[in-house]
């Protein structure tokens, strides 16, 4: 019993409080970028499939961050340089970055290319419903759980040395990309314009990856800045589109 008050001794600490709270809602925003890729992915599913493809790679992240906290010591050493190349000194975790990254970049653009000329013979890649499949989603969703997983634990370590909040702020974040995964995979799948939007997020996010993996550290805030500004404007977009169907309609049909 004692044992286990101890990690709860943090209550008594406002200092703990606000770290606790600034690391959810990080975790939280970090969370957006995976949940993002897993709705556009588990979309090319047959539609039987998409739910429990999106429970299981989401059930797949949590148990992924939580096994990573459990090897937090092991996690701490992978930003430990390996070897140094024009004058950077790469890690492990830039070299998982950086190989997450690239991933990113190739799947988003095969997905636009799809999108774009979707009867291209030559396109056989996942991105086909009639080629993907279960085993094959969650393949591509627990490579990049790996990699936003690293990084969330990184960041979660350098915000707090309370490994508690730790798991309650990764705990929440999952809890929250299982609540939001099923009306933003609607979302997205109901607004075709919004996949092109979606993938055009993930191809910056990759390339962010890549850029940091190489020490060119991009703040996270601009990211999102960004992300928020495009969104607003594809909802203008959007809201612009509704009203013109509207008029056509009631021309169209005049009472």
């Known amino acids: 019993m004692e044992w286990l008050l101890s990690h709860f001794d943090f209550v008594s600490s406002p200092e703990a409080w606000v770290a606790l709270v600034t690391l959810v809602t990080l975790e939280i925003v970090l969370g957006i970028d995976n949940l993002i890729f897993i709705s556009i992915l588990t979309n090319k599913l047959p539609k039987e499939m998409q739910a429990r493809a999106r429970r299981l790679g989401i059930g797949a992240a949590l148990v992924l961050r939580l096994a990573l906290l459990g090897t937090i010591s092991i996690i701490v050493q992978l930003t430990t340089p390996l070897f140094t190349l024009f004058g950077h000194g790469f890690s492990w975790r830039d070299l998982i970055l950086i190989a ?56 979660a370590v350098g915000m707090t040395d309370h490994i508690t909040i730790m798991f309650i702020a990764v705990i929440s974040a999952v809890t929250v990309m299982l609540l939001a995964a099923e009306p933003l995979s609607r979302f997205i799948a109901a607004n075709p314009t919004v996949v092109m939007l979606a993938l055009g997020f993930l191809l910056m996010i990759g390339m962010t990856l890549i850029a940091d993996g190489f020490g060119f550290h991009v703040p996270k805030g601009y990211i999102y800045a960004a992300m928020g500004f495009s969104a607003l404007v594809e909802g203008l977009n959007m809201m612009a589109r509704r009203k013109r169907a509207r008029q056509r309609a009631s021309e169209d049909h005049p009472h």
Not at 116 to 121: M, Q, S, T
Not at 125 to 139: L, W
């Open 100 to 155: 997450g990254g690239l991933f990113l970049v190739w799947k988003a653009t095969k997905e636009i290319h799809h999108s774009v000329d979707p009867v291209d013979p030559k396109e056989n890649m996942v991105g086909s419903v009639a080629t993907m499949t279960m085993g094959s989603a969650i393949t591509q969703i627990l490579l990049l759980d790996l990699v936003f997983s690293i990084d969330s634990i990184i960041t």
